[in-house]
């Protein structure tokens, strides 16, 4: 069975070539760090705590920037901070970043005014603009994204332990939009009872490290086999593999076959890994999977995203949770309510609709809710810019809206407005979790 998803070469000299390089580089992430994760999912699976894992549909090259890399950030902090204060309850902090640059694709090839060429398959393979040299797959490519990841998990450890993530910075993330968005005057509210509580705690002498600096770890899809190989090393203390091109790997919808070589391949790092799972799943497939890709059971390994579509969960979620707990399976549940969503809006832009993401996350936590499960997480797709992408959410964007600001080289991405809305309204459901 061929690996799906994968990018045709032209000329594997050249492959091999970028993949010896890509060997001779050293980790992005360390064992260690992936253990960490590991651990903490493990409480997302006991139902202890709540995984936020957002970030770029698609990562390019050109947006490796400081200020790009920043407001993503900020976005997450802002949102794990409502889902911890609003929710009490401990969040794990998951970038969607630093090596998400391949996407898969329905159809190998595009079609505009006659003209037939390759599909634009994210940075890691092809270029987006539309012409025969661009969308050739170059395998020097999987080197530059390497060399953006490294860019920008530099950057992340310097904001997380540099004061940027400081819980006393909580006003200064907002500044620049809480008095134009109710949304963010909403979070200001929080923020003003956070210094308070801080206040308080510094009185009576408690000053603990983790008011100073968080736990942020990276993620990215599994999907060009030859990088991800590559950037597979065995850890020095345990003999054992671990991909270290990022903490978190996750197989898609479209590369979850029990015997395909995505699953082979992530059968055998340590790394906490994720399956999304789409409405066709059926228990059998995901008790399956778990046993190939966790067959000691172990806490915090395997996490299932689903992404069914707002009016599908309902129907499509209950068997599956209700069988995969009955089979015992150690898992975290995570919600997409991203690419269930998508439709062509009239004037031709991929979008979302704000109030169908809303419904799906309120339909994952009705069902986890019946059956008796934790509905542990959300994975989002964001940025922390004012883009023009999904409609809908506070400040009532409409189709016509869509190109005033529509950046996105993919698939459309809540801004920083709606994605904090988001927030306020899941912690709402957490409390009644």
């Known amino acids: 069975m061929a690996p799906a998803q994968q990018p045709a070469y032209p000329d594997v000299a050249a492959v091999d070539a970028a993949v010896a390089r890509l060997r001779q580089m050293p980790p992005l992430v360390f064992a260690g760090e992936c253990d960490a994760l590991k ?3 493990g409480a997302v699976a006991k139902g202890e705590s709540f995984l936020l894992q957002g970030g770029d549909c698609a990562e390019t090259f050109a947006g490796v920037t400081a200020d790009n890399t920043r407001n993503k950030l900020r976005v997450l902090l802002q949102m794990a901070v409502v889902l911890t204060y609003a929710a009490s309850v401990p969040v794990v902090k998951l970038g969607r970043l630093a090596g998400q640059y391949a996407k898969p694709r329905s159809s190998d090839f595009e079609t505009r005014n006659g003209v037939t060429l390759p599909a634009y398959r994210g940075d890691a393979v092809n270029g987006f603009d ?14 530059e994204v390497y060399h953006a990841s490294a860019a920008t998990l530099n950057l ?44 308080f705690m510094q009185a009576i002498g408690a000053d603990p490290d983790e008011f100073h600096r968080v736990d942020f770890h990276s993620s990215h899809e599994a999907l060009i086999l030859e990088y991800e190989h590559a950037m597979t090393r065995t850890d020095s203390r345990t003999q054992l593999p671990y991909d270290v091109s990022s903490h978190f790997v996750w197989i898609g919808e479209r590369t979850r076959q029990l015997d395909g070589a995505h699953v082979e391949l992530l059968s ?46 309902r129907e499509a979620l209950p068997t599956l949770l209700e069988k995969v707990d009955a089979a015992g399976v150690e898992v975290a549940w995570v919600c997409d309510p991203m690419h269930g969503n998508t439709f062509e809006a009239s004037s031709g832009y991929k979008t979302r609709r704000f109030d169908d993401v809303i419904e799906e996350v309120q339909g994952f936590f009705d069902v986890h809710r019946s059956v008796g499960t934790w509905p542990g997480g959300l994975h989002v797709e964001l940025t922390g810019d004012d883009v023009t992408e999904c409609v809908g959410g506070g400040e009532e964007l409409n189709e016509a809206d869509l190109a005033d600001r529509y950046e996105s080289v993919c698939d459309p991405r809540l801004n920083r407005v709606q994605s904090l809305e988001l927030s306020f309204l899941v912690a709402e459901m957490l409390r009644h979790a």
């Open 39 to 41: 651990q903490k999912l």
């Open 156 to 199: 992340v450890r310097a904001f997380v332990t540099g004061g940027y993530a400081d819980l006393r910075q909580v006003h200064t993330w907002n500044t620049d939009f809480v008095l134009g968005s109710e949304v963010g005057r909403r979070y200001e509210k929080v923020a003003a009872e956070i210094d308070r509580a801080l206040t």
């Open 130 to 143: 539309f012409d025969e040299a661009s969308r050739i797959p170059d395998p020097q490519r999987l080197v």
């Open 268 to 313: 055998h790092i340590q790394n906490p890994i994720g399956v999304k799972l789409g409405p066709t799943t059926s228990a059998d497939d995901a008790i399956a999977l778990a046993g190939k890709l966790n067959p000691t059971n172990e806490p915090g390994r395997l996490t299932f995203i689903t992404r069914m579509g707002a009016g599908k969960i």
